[in-house]
């Protein structure tokens, strides 16, 4: 016999998100407002720039490829391997609470490179010219494959990417994640229940000019964001630079959420 779940069980309060932006932004950042938030977090690191988040104490191990060699004593990690790992025991026993893939762009450079690798290889054994094609094809199947895989996971997923600007057809400026292929790109944001964007600008007279953060969680000016709100609380600009901030505010019970109105309201 079948036993329905219910969408308010906790398994559906699970958040998975996408933060890209350009350098600079702080995407990185938001892993220690996680861990703050959320509790103890584990992050897949290609990016060699956890520096800005040294004091928050966060676990990681880092990536130099997609499938390659993995050696420990040598600092190098496949993220095939690190995924792997992750389906043990002993990742269980370790209780995270959160995830982090920092970044989804470095993993999809090192994807695109093993799949040519693996194509070539294959062409040379049978003689033949290696598909260009066919590279694309594997390349887009594992990346969208691994994200899916650890979204599905009991937790939390924070994923950063930087961003990347393109036209339409139409000649339209467009601002999506960074990853190969286009096709790549415009599957991935379905996989996600909130696609944020980093945006930077800055205030004030020369003088005294402040760099200000937004969060785009819609599709604005170009800026491919989206964000599974049910209660749509978030507006499509926000003037924050935490997407805990944002969450925080999802998470409040109705009750809450008036006084917040209220006090917003009120100082504004």
């Given at each position: ?35 703050s ?16 988040i040294?004091?928050a ?9 997609w ?11 496949s993220?095939?391997?690190?995924f792997r ?32 690798k693996?194509?070539?290889?294959e ?45 339409d ?15 790549t ?12 964007a ?14 200000v953060?937004?969060i ?29 901030d ?7 019970s109705d ?6 109105a209220k ?6």
């Amino acid at each position: 016999m079948f036993k329905p779940k219910n969408t308010i069980d906790h398994s559906t309060s699970y958040l998975k998100t996408v933060l890209f932006g350009d350098a600079g932004w702080g995407k990185t950042t938001n892993m220690a407002h996680m861990q703050s938030h959320y509790g103890k977090g584990f992050i897949i690191s290609g990016e060699s720039g956890l520096s800005s988040i040294r004091s928050a104490g966060i676990d990681y191990l880092p990536f130099n490829s997609w499938a390659g060699r993995t050696n420990p004593e040598a600092n190098e990690y496949s993220f095939v391997d690190i995924f792997r790992w992750m389906k043990t025991p002993d990742f269980a026993e370790k209780d995270y609470k959160w995830v982090g893939l920092d970044s989804l762009t470095e993993l999809s450079s090192h994807s695109i490179r093993a799949a040519e690798k693996s194509v070539k290889e294959e062409a040379d054994k049978l003689g033949k010219k290696a598909n260009g094609f066919e590279a694309w094809a594997i390349h887009g199947s594992q990346l969208v494959g691994a994200c899916k895989a650890i979204r599905d996971m009991p937790m939390h997923f924070l994923c950063t990417a930087l961003a990347k600007s393109s036209q339409d057809e139409n000649g339209n400026v467009e601002h999506w994640p960074m990853v190969d292929g286009k096709a790549t790109i415009e599957k991935l944001p379905g996989i996600f229940d909130c696609v944020f964007a980093g945006v930077r600008a800055t205030s004030g007279e020369k003088e005294d000019q402040k760099v200000v953060r937004y969060i785009i969680t819609d599709d604005v000016r170009g800026w491919k964001g989206k964000v599974r709100d049910e209660k749509r609380r978030l507006a499509p600009i926000e003037r924050v630079g935490s997407v805990v901030d944002l969450f925080k505010r999802m998470e409040l019970s109705d009750a809450d959420f008036k006084k917040y109105a209220k006090t917003k309201e009120t100082s504004e």
